[in-house]
């Protein structure tokens, strides 16, 4: 079936740093592709979102780029900042298919 | 507007009892999904509202766990009896149209059972 990889956490980047946070996908269709953040005691929100190959997804700083021939969809930020520290989860839906499947999340800490 | 609402943030139960978790969408979102995340584990998508209509339930993991949204407003889950490896965050999501359009989430409730 679906599924989303990323990498483990925690991440922890001192502020300013260049993150990246890998995710890759297995999927049987032409899914799309997304990047959710949790701050601490709030809900999940939609950072960014891609729904076809070689899309951009950008959003507060934040881009990934939707690589099908790698199944791929790494996020990066060119300088982070302590208020980004949060937990990001990688997610598909499938075509046709209004599920979310997420991947395990990865929890990031920007030291000031 | 007010978002994606739960209740409560935080329940610890006992093996055996039972709970029940609600979920108010955003006014006017026909679309309501449960997922629920195990800890360590992936955020795994247990069911999805049309209204008042069961869409797939796929996800459901047995059944202990029944939901309800009568009216096609909000929604409940319960869970009974509730066993330990039910401990996790339930997460509660509406969206206005089925398809690529986002789901808004809630800020969870997190289950402990002891």
């Known amino acids: 079936g679906d599924s989303v990889t990323q990498m483990e956490g925690p991440v922890t980047l001192s502020e300013e740093a260049f993150l990246t946070i890998n995710c890759t996908y297995t999927?049987?269709?032409?899914?799309?592709l997304f990047w959710y953040v949790q701050y601490p005691g709030e809900g999940l929100q939609l950072l960014l979102k891609?729904?076809?190959?070689?899309d951009k997804g950008s959003n507060k700083g934040f881009e990934a780029t939707y690589r099908k021939e790698t199944t791929s969809f790494h996020l990066e930020k060119g300088s982070v900042q302590v208020s980004d520290s949060a937990v990001y989860f990688c997610a598909l839906s499938d075509q046709g298919d209004d599920k979310i499947i997420f991947g395990k999340g990865t929890r990031l800490h920007i030291l000031p | 507007e007010a978002g994606v609402t739960q209740f409560p943030s935080h329940s610890v139960i006992e093996k055996g009892q039972t709970v029940t978790l609600r979920c108010d969408p955003i006014?006017?979102?026909?679309?309501l999904y449960w997922y629920r995340r195990v800890m360590g584990k992936e955020i795994k998508f247990l069911l999805h509202?049309?209204?008042?209509?069961?869409?797939?339930e796929s996800g459901m993991p047995n059944n202990r766990f029944l939901a309800e949204r009568t009216g096609g407003t909000y929604s409940t889950l319960k869970v009974q009896p509730a066993e330990l490896e039910d401990s996790g965050v339930y997460f509660c999501a509406s969206s206005q149209v089925v398809g690529i359009n986002e789901q808004f989430f809630g800020p969870g409730t997190r289950l402990t059972v002891l």
């Open positions: 891609a729904t076809k190959a070689d």
């Open positions: 999927a049987t269709g032409y899914p799309s």
């Open positions: 006014s006017g979102h026909d679309n």
């Open positions: 509202f049309v209204k008042e209509s069961k869409q797939d």
